[in-house]
């Protein structure tokens, strides 16, 4: 059982590293750097629409490794995990769910990838923060001798 949730440990670190990775290819996407305040207006239309493209496939595959990610990691906490840990750590993951959907839905309005680029940054620094709050002390329960 213990060699199970090393395996756990150790794929909820590789996500992790990969939902990293994503991000910063996101936050790269923009050649012209995302503290350009104008927005997207000042690159040419052509390159509007393929960095909007880019930019929001990438964010897609970001959403979908993350839910994965957190059902994965709610499956993890089944069985050892106190009752306040799991609410908690799950009130986490819709924070993050939130805050994507909400990238997304401006996105969507505006075509905006500067604003996106920056709330994925906010992502980035809420994902470090949950792994520090919940998902180290997740790996702490898993680890545990049962």
Known sequence: MSLIREEAVERMQ?????????????????????EVTDGCNICPP??????????????????????????????????G????????????????AEQL?????VLAEDGNCILAITGIERVLTTLQDHIASFDEQLEAYLLAPA
């Not at 629409?49 to 994965?72: A, S």
């Not at 995990?81 to 009130?91: D, K, M, Q, S």
């Open 81 to 96: 995990v106190p009752a306040a840990h799991r609410a908690a750590h799950n009130r986490a993951h819709v924070a993050i």
């Open 46 to 79: 052509g390159q509007q629409q393929l960095c909007h493209g880019n930019i929001e496939q990438q964010i897609r595959n970001f959403i979908e490794v993350t839910l994965k990610h957190n059902l994965m990691e709610s499956l993890y906490m089944e069985q």
């Open 14 to 34: 590789r996500d992790h590293q990969k939902m990293i990775a994503l991000i910063e290819r996101i936050r790269t996407t923009c050649t012209l750097g995302h």
């Open 101 to 105: 959907k909400s990238i997304r839905v």
